[in-house]
């Protein structure tokens, strides 16, 4: 199972960016588990500056864009 983690602090970028990933993951047909880290601590202890970022079990993907479906599908897909 996938951990996918959306790093923001829910503004609507934060909220693409979810919907996009939990889209891709669904068309891929992974399991995975979604997470939203709100707190601006955790956030950056992930070495992330600017959000919303996208880190999938624990490593950063994508900071501060929202991908399209077939990229976010290809950063899903990685092992």
């Known amino acids: 199972m996938k ?3 959306i790093l ?12 996009t990933a ?3 993951a669904k068309e891929l047909g992974i399991s995975y588990k979604m ?8 956030i ?3 070495g992330v500056m ?8 624990g490593e950063v993907k994508l900071v501060g864009k929202i991908p399209g479906i077939e990229e976010m599908k290809k ?3 990685e092992k």
């Not at 923001?8 to 919907?19: D, F």
């Open 3 to 5: 951990k996918i983690q």
């Open 8 to 19: 923001g602090t829910g503004c609507p970028k934060c909220k693409k960016l979810a919907a």
């Open 22 to 24: 939990e889209t891709a």
């Open 35 to 42: 997470e939203k880290v709100t707190d601006i601590t955790k």
């Open 44 to 46: 950056v202890q992930f």
């Open 50 to 57: 600017m959000t919303p970022a996208l880190a999938v079990d």
């Open 75 to 77: 950063i899903l897909a």
